[in-house]
């Protein structure tokens, strides 16, 4: 693929569906006509960096793609925190996890209900309501960051676009020159700041998380909180699990400082992960991991069945995020194995020329 | 009326004229973008060779908002386009429809009004 079709690419995986095709057909062929254009002014083809130039001048995809839209919706309260660009990808991130975070807390209501505990209306209203006003503090909180980073420096292609309809995929570290240029590179581009930035503010905003569920299970159990509690495992899974974030976080600071160690990045994560995948499958083998509000001695009849259905749902989820978790480690393991080789094979080809 | 502007921004040192010049200037170019497309697509282009048109008359214009703008005239119906081999490569081409012949008689017709008024004016 060409500069021009990565470029195209961003800017249509930005674009509504209706139009992407149509869309990207004509921006390809104006993009080309330009470029054969100079070449002719010139007499001879363009370079890679006279190729790059001349798309930079054409800015930010995801800004340009915006142009497109009709929808010039935005999030504003006192002042803009999400403008019409990221708008779209607002509403459809908030979409996914409120989505997601009713289907959750559906989950432990029926399990409740299964396990003959009454349950008011009041009490799912507000169970609800906290989660959603959760969700949606998080969400704006990310998007508003993404944002500040987008109005300050437009010229930053450092958005990936929209992976399947259904996320931000925030790809930090690969902008279209650095793509093309990766090819050449040792290890890959380099590791963006405001990645790494996103990165300690979000295992900070993590660690406060599970920090704070330790004290308050209401965080993680929800309305369930008065007749559940927290299996013993999570508290023996706790400074393992703070350790690893820590860890992160660390890395994050390091990379922060020196963006060029990409190496390091790669082996860091897959030791990291490594550790994770290790806490997860110790979890996995807990067997159970919710118990009745006192200690699961003597639960009442209805408890105990909402404890068991509980901890059955609990059980699939845990064994297909390990599952999960091995295969991007795999991934992981694989990916730097053929950089490694790519390494080599460019410093044989370089020797030998 | 470019002077003029220029005029006021020299005469008020300390504040963020070239700013607001900035800004009202391309408030004023956008509405006549309008009046420049329809006007260059009496005959029929592609959009490169549009922007080329425009530019080489004076009214440079990004692909970032002539695009859009173009299919936003199309879609209200004042443009037609298909999509057509030239040179061994597809291209949309564009021109006036017939209700966009009419609207661009109309807004010329307005656009030399205005111009009469402001000549008075100024």
């Known amino acids: 693929m060409d500069l021009v079709d990565s470029y195209v690419r961003a800017v249509a995986k930005a674009l509504p569906e209706e139009q992407r095709e149509d869309i990207s057909r004509e921006l390809s062929e104006d993009i080309r006509s330009e470029l054969e254009d100079r070449q002719r002014e010139l007499g001879r083809d363009l370079t890679q960096a006279e190729q790059e130039a001349l798309l930079r001048q054409r800015g930010n995809p995801l800004l340009l793609a915006a142009r497109y839209r009709q929808d010039q919706r935005s999030l504003t309260i006192g002042r803009e925190l999400v403008g019409p660009v990221l708008f779209p990808f607002y509403v459809k991130v908030l979409s996914f996890n409120l989505g997601l975070t009713l289907v959750v807390i559906g989950a432990i209501f029926l399990a409740l209900l299964a396990g003959g505990q009454r349950i008011g209306f009041r009490e799912i209203v507000s169970t609800c309501l906290l989660q959603l006003f959760i969700q949606l503090a998080i969400v704006t909180v990310i998007f508003f960051l993404v944002q500040t980073h987008l109005t300050k420096h437009p010229d930053r292609w450092h958005l990936k676009g929209m992976s399947g309809g259904m996320a931000l995929d925030l790809n930090i570290e690969r902008d279209i020159a650095s793509a093309a240029k990766s090819q050449r590179k040792d290890w890959g581009p380099k590791v963006s700041r405001f990645e790494s930035i996103s990165i300690i503010v979000a295992c900070a905003v993590a660690i406060a998380w599970i920090t704070g569920v330790q004290k308050y299970p209401f965080l993680i159990l929800g309305p369930a909180a008065s007749l559940l509690k927290l299996a013993p495992i999570w508290y023996q899974i706790y400074f393992p699990i703070l350790l690893l974030t820590v860890a992160e976080i660390v890395r994050a600071f390091i990379n922060l400082v020196r963006p060029d160690w990409v190496l390091f990045r790669l082996i860091y994560r897959i030791l990291v992960h490594a550790g994770g995948l290790a806490v997860a499958y110790a979890l996995l083998r807990a067997g159970s991991w919710v118990v009745g509000a006192d200690g699961g001695a003597n639960p009442p009849a209805g408890d105990n069945g909402a404890v068991e259905i509980l901890n059955q749902v609990l059980y699939w989820g845990l064994l297909f995020s390990v599952i999960l978790s091995a295969g991007m480690l795999v991934f992981r393991i694989v990916d730097l194995v053929l950089r490694w080789r790519r390494r080599e094979s460019r410093g044989v080809r370089a020797t030998a020329n | ?122």
């Open chain 2, 1 to 122: 009326m470019y002077r003029t502007v220029c005029g006021i921004h020299y005469m008020t040192p300390g504040t963020d004229n070239h700013g607001l010049f900035e800004n009202l200037r391309l408030e004023l170019r956008r509405g006549s973008l309008v009046l420049a497309v329809l006007a260059a697509l009496r005959k029929e282009q592609y959009g490169y060779t549009l922007r080329k048109t425009l530019s080489e008359q004076g009214m440079a214009i990004d692909e970032g908002t002539l695009y859009p703008l173009l299919r936003r005239l199309e879609s209200q119906g004042l443009l037609v386009s298909e999509w057509r081999e030239e040179e061994k490569r597809n291209k949309r081409f564009y021109r006036l429809s017939s209700e966009g012949k009419v609207i661009l008689k109309q807004l010329l017709a307005e656009w030399q009004s205005i111009s009469t008024s402001l000549n008075g004016m100024l």
